[in-house]
């Protein structure tokens, strides 16, 4: 039990240090940044299994969760904050909507009817979408100003800003050998101006395609082995590209910034880290909960982000994981701009 345990201590050590290394030197290690949260958990039993026997064994159980405690909050949130309404604070919704059904993944034919009455009901002043399509015909008519680029090659998608307020600059950051891409908008709210960045990063592609379920048992575990690791291997690396792509463009904005969207990777990341850099996390500073924001079979995933200025106040947060209408589950933050 202590060898395992050991082994485990050095897994959750590695884990702790990933999030300050470029995927790049060590891209198959970076999976362990998305198990951290299942690492902590099982230290936690070994500490118990230890302590209710009286054994020394303890102490080393109890070092890796006092040093992995700074993690927990980004995991777990044990009470929210949802401060007094007033006037002039806004709200921003971030929701990747998976073509609204576009494709027919779920049997429903009410997907892109039921989002849009969502959207409605949640009134969002400013309204981020990642894998939007025009094609579903879903019209967000609350608001007059918005920003839509379009990505892809066989299959069309598009990142769109939705806002309440007037858009007076917007723009795109190209993203390398990616069908995804991050776009922005410099938006007029009284006399502030915000600039919103909507980003939608690789995807890990964890879930295998039909035809490997296809083939018999065996291959598909052997298949699949190599697949998740390949695939793993060459997401961080672009992922990695991507995060530093939008730290760099971040850095020339005078403004205030939001950023939303799905970032396809752990708040225990080199990715996360690079982004949200000195910026508010909007789950660790009013959610509740595992904050999930995507239907994840094993565990509770949050990938899915809002990240506030400094020069704003973060007023409540909610994520929605029984609105199951895309893989996604949309989350939305109400904030005040600080005077």
């Not at 034919?109 to 094609?135: A, H, K, M, R």
């Not at 600039?195 to 083939?215: A, G, Q, T």
Request: some cysteine; aromatic content about 14%; overall charge positive.
């Amino acid at each position: 039990m202590f060898f395992f345990n050991i082994v485990l201590t050095v897994l959750s050590f590695i884990a702790y240090v990933l999030p300050f290394l470029a995927p790049k030197l060590f891209p198959l290690l970076s999976v362990l940044t998305l198990l951290l949260p299942s690492f902590l958990v099982i230290n936690l039993l070994f500490f118990l299994y230890w302590l209710i026997q009286f054994k020394k064994q303890v102490i080393l159980s109890g070092i890796v969760l006092l040093l992995g405690i700074t993690f927990v909050n980004k995991y777990y949130k044990f009470s929210s904050i949802d401060l007094p309404k007033e006037t002039n604070d806004f709200t921003v919704m971030s929701y990747n909507v998976r073509l609204f059904n576009l494709f027919k993944w779920m049997e429903k034919e009410t997907v892109g009817e039921e989002i849009l009455t969502f959207v409605n009901e949640q009134n969002p002043d400013i309204l981020c979408i990642q894998e939007y399509s025009s094609s579903a015909n879903v019209r967000f008519r609350l608001y007059n100003y918005q920003y839509l680029h379009k990505q892809g090659n066989k299959i069309k998608t598009s990142q769109v800003i939705f806002s309440k307020f007037p858009i007076i600059n917007d723009g795109t950051i190209e993203l390398p050998e990616s069908n995804n891409s991050v776009i922005f908008a410099d938006i007029r709210k009284g006399k502030d101006t915000i600039r919103v960045y909507n980003i939608h990063l690789e995807s890990i592609k964890i879930s295998p395609d039909v035809s490997e379920i296809e083939e018999n048992v065996e291959s598909i575990n052997k298949k699949k082995s190599e697949m998740v690791f390949n695939r793993i291997s060459e997401a961080f690396k672009k992922q990695q590209i991507q995060a530093e792509l939008i730290s760099e463009h971040k850095k020339t904005c005078t403004y205030p910034l939001i950023i939303c969207g799905d970032m396809n990777n752990s708040a225990f990341s080199y990715v996360y880290r690079n982004i949200k850099g000195d910026l508010h996390d909007c789950f660790e500073e009013a959610g509740n909960g595992f904050g999930q924001t995507y239907q994840f079979r094993y565990y509770p995933a949050r990938i899915d982000y809002i990240f506030a200025d400094k020069k704003m106040e973060v007023k409540s947060f909610k994520n929605f994981p029984k609105f199951k209408n895309s893989d996604h589950f949309p989350i939305i933050a109400r904030l005040k701009m600080l005077e």
